[in-house]
């Protein structure tokens, strides 16, 4: 079974400073990870996924993420942090095993920028 | 413009009336999804679907049904809804599915009161 931990309910953030959503994430073999982004009373948006290669993954609106398999972790990351950045962050995964089609989301982090 | 809709974006129904909720894509993609989205457990996957007339249950499957007699669309139904349905749901799509690989795409979503 694959699960993920988002352990911040909430993330509170000057607007400017640099921004960290933290994830770490348990699955049986090679991952797959994904982070999206909720807006308020909208649907989820695809931020950015690592499926292999560069440990560094770079997406969309400034974001990027770093996979470190030995600490089972891919947090998130914005070097500035816009207001417009509010939202709620998930953070899922799936095991790349073959025939494994399941997606599993963490709880979600709300981001708060502050101006 | 690829689109996921779902109809209807709002519903309040009662304890036992059924309900379908439909969901449509337009890039005929062979993988969809359903999740429900509740405070404090992130998204949970309900059914997917790898292709027409295959369908595969997720982690809360209780108390659902779907549906994929054609690639595009993929109901959700409640055949007798109960006050705990009470949720957000939304309908995923993913592209060039990969032994897991793809990137899922979200529709608006749809709140659903069960009274």
């Known amino acids: 079974a694959q699960s993920v931990a988002q352990p911040e309910d909430q993330v509170n953030v000057a607007e400017g400073n640099p921004l960290t959503v933290k994830c770490t994430y348990s699955v049986s073999g090679n991952p797959y990870l994904f982070w999206y982004v909720q807006y308020p009373n909208r649907g989820l948006q695809f931020l950015l996924k690592?499926?292999?290669?560069?440990?560094l993954v770079k997406g969309s609106y400034g974001f990027e993420a770093e996979f470190n398999k030995s600490q089972t972790s891919f947090h998130l990351k914005k070097p500035s942090a816009l207001v417009s950045d509010s939202a709620l962050y998930f953070c899922a995964v799936r095991a790349s095993s073959y025939g494994n089609n399941r997606l599993a989301f963490g709880k979600g982090n709300q981001v708060v920028v502050i101006p | 413009e690829a689109q996921v809709t779902q109809n209807p974006r709002y519903l309040i129904t009662v304890t036992g009336k059924k309900l379908t909720v439909t969901c449509s894509q337009n890039?005929?993609?062979?993988?969809m999804s359903w999740y429900r989205q509740d405070p404090g457990l992130g998204l949970r996957q309900i059914y997917y679907s790898m292709n027409v007339e295959v369908t595969d249950k997720g982690d809360v499957p209780e108390g659902y049904k779907v549906s994929r007699k054609e690639k595009r669309n993929f109901p959700l139904i409640l055949e007798s809804p109960s006050p705990n349905q009470t949720s957000l749901y939304f309908c995923?799509?993913?592209?060039?599915?990969?032994?897991?690989?793809?990137?899922?795409?979200f529709g608006p979503g749809t709140r659903l009161l069960v009274l």
């Open positions: 995923a799509r993913g592209d060039i599915p990969l032994g897991g690989r793809e990137t899922q795409y």
């Open positions: 890039m005929n993609h062979e993988y």
């Open positions: 690592y499926i292999t290669g560069d440990n």
